[in-house]
């Protein structure tokens, strides 16, 4: 049996309809739990970002949201839009919508719960992610160590890929860059930034990721403003296709929200529990602010992003929805014959509008894209490694695993598309199901700093966390900050 047989086997046990399907109902359950505060919290959301100030043991809002916008706002925009469109017909989108916006209750559970359990590690930075958390909050040692091998596989070891494999794509296909001279570059590049430590990572994510978002944006506005005319009949042909009721997409009804589910996971990362890890870098003064912030990101990521690609790919008509039934051979609708599914769909876009400058630019855009995800991945990987060696990890385990991570990297930017997503995709349903039942049994402490929160602010008072909401498990870090907060109060 082939290498490539083997990932697609595992793939399809990894993305069960169950995992589809949990997803899907843990955000709406959190929605009402939490009375919908991805709805209700949006002016403090955007408030708290540039609030709070980074320490000698935390970083800033602004650079934790940075740091997980690099690891959310990434190929998946791109290239992962244009694969659950091709896949999933225009309907994707729409289960992409849901997904962000219940998975964005979903992300402010798990980022407040990593802020709630944080420690600081040998170094005095704060550390936090599901693995502390389960470990903390349930006393379940076992199933923490579980996750953060999870996650050290699918962050450290499969999930670089896909973005490596991107940029060895586009230089390719836009210059013909051989892939071993890219690959290359790229393992100089990361092996530099990484050896930094998680400052250099933040600093860095926080320079670029806003100029690159904001490049992006511009020039898909640009394009679907040349588009105008067949924009309402692209919003229309979303929702249409998204139950079915589109003739052309009418037997994709299952695969939309498969596809949409699954590549919004993957692009915004709620309920993955990869945003939580700089959610517990932060320095705030109470989890549910910094919880607050990782929830406005998966907007910024799915309903601002990654629909800009979309809208760009639908208002050109530049894609291809292949027949689920027929192995992905035969097209449902071509509106460009022999065009393939991904960062093409969205070159070919771009080149409708502006001649000779849709392939070049999308290139460019990819670089920064893959760059900060593969940096923010590592991070995430970096910080289970540090659980793992209980804060105090050897330095051969870093070496080792930073080794591992490089190696990785190179390996799937020379391998094929398929492979190297599905890797990903494997990667990120291992770590979904696992974090999703943790945060299920352990909602409770996120809910009750939600509610302490609230009332802070009802009285006008600034909100100090009170670490007895969490028990004893949770006291030491945070004692500490509440002196630190009264001192200077």
């Not at 225009?90 to 944080?118: N, R």
């Amino acid at each position: 049996m082939r290498f490539e047989d083997i990932v697609a086997g595992v793939l399809a046990i990894v993305w069960s309809p169950a995992l589809v399907g949990l997803c899907l109902l843990a955000g709406l359950y959190f929605s009402v739990r939490t009375r919908f505060i991805q709805l209700r919290a949006l002016p403090d959301m955007l408030r708290l970002i540039f609030q709070c100030r980074s320490s000698a043991s935390g970083l800033s809002s602004f650079q934790a949201l940075s740091m997980s916008l690099s690891s959310r706002v990434g190929v998946g925009n791109i290239a992962g839009v244009a694969m659950a469109i091709a896949y999933g017909g225009p309907g994707a989108i729409f289960w992409m919508w849901i997904v962000a916006f219940l998975g964005a209750s979903t992300a402010f559970v798990e980022s407040t719960l990593a802020q709630i359990y944080k420690v600081r590690d040998a170094g005095g930075m704060y550390r936090g992610g599901p693995a502390y958390y389960i470990e903390k909050g349930l006393g379940q040692r076992w199933y923490a160590v579980l996750f953060a091998w999870s996650t050290v596989l699918g962050c450290g070891l499969l999930l670089p890929g896909t973005q490596s494999n991107a940029i060895v794509g586009a230089l390719d296909e836009t210059w013909g860059v051989s892939g071993g001279w890219t690959a290359a570059v790229i393992t100089v590049v990361v092996g530099v930034v990484i050896f930094g430590g998680v400052r250099r990572i933040a600093h860095v994510a926080q320079v670029v990721v806003p100029f690159m978002a904001l490049g992006y944006l511009l020039v898909a506005a640009l394009v679907m403003l040349l588009n105008l005319q067949a924009v309402p009949e692209m919003f229309l042909l979303i929702v249409r296709s998204a139950f079915g009721g589109d003739a052309a997409f009418g037997a994709m009804l299952g695969t939309a929200v498969q596809w949409g589910v699954r590549r919004g996971v993957m692009s915004n990362e709620a309920g993955m529990g990869s945003g939580a890890h700089p959610a517990a870098a932060a320095e705030v003064s109470h989890p549910v602010k910094q919880g607050l912030v990782q929830a406005f990101s998966v907007y910024i990521d799915t309903l601002v992003v990654c629909s800009a690609t979309a809208f760009l790919i639908l208002s050109a008509g530049t894609y291809n929805v292949y027949d689920p039934g027929s192995g992905g051979v035969e097209m449902i609708v071509a509106y460009v014959p022999g065009l393939e599914a991904g960062p093409r769909f969205v070159q070919q876009a771009v080149e409708s509008v502006l001649p000779g400058f849709g392939s070049a630019f999308v290139a460019l855009a990819i670089l920064p894209f893959a760059f900060t995800t593969i940096l923010a991945l590592y991070y995430t990987a970096e910080t289970n490694v540090v659980y793992l060696g209980r804060n105090r990890p050897a330095p051969w385990m870093l070496m080792l695993f930073r080794a591992g991570f490089l190696a990785a990297m190179v390996y799937s930017a020379v391998n094929t598309v398929t492979v190297a997503w599905s890797l990903g995709d494997i990667g990120v349903g291992l770590m979904t199901g696992l974090n999703i039942v943790a945060l299920l049994l352990l909602q409770k402490p996120a809910l009750a700093a939600l509610d302490d929160y609230e009332r802070s602010r009802g009285a006008g008072v600034d909100p100090l966390y009170d670490p007895d909401l969490a028990g004893e498990r949770a006291a030491g870090v945070w004692r500490r900050i509440a002196v630190v907060h009264n001192r200077e109060g």
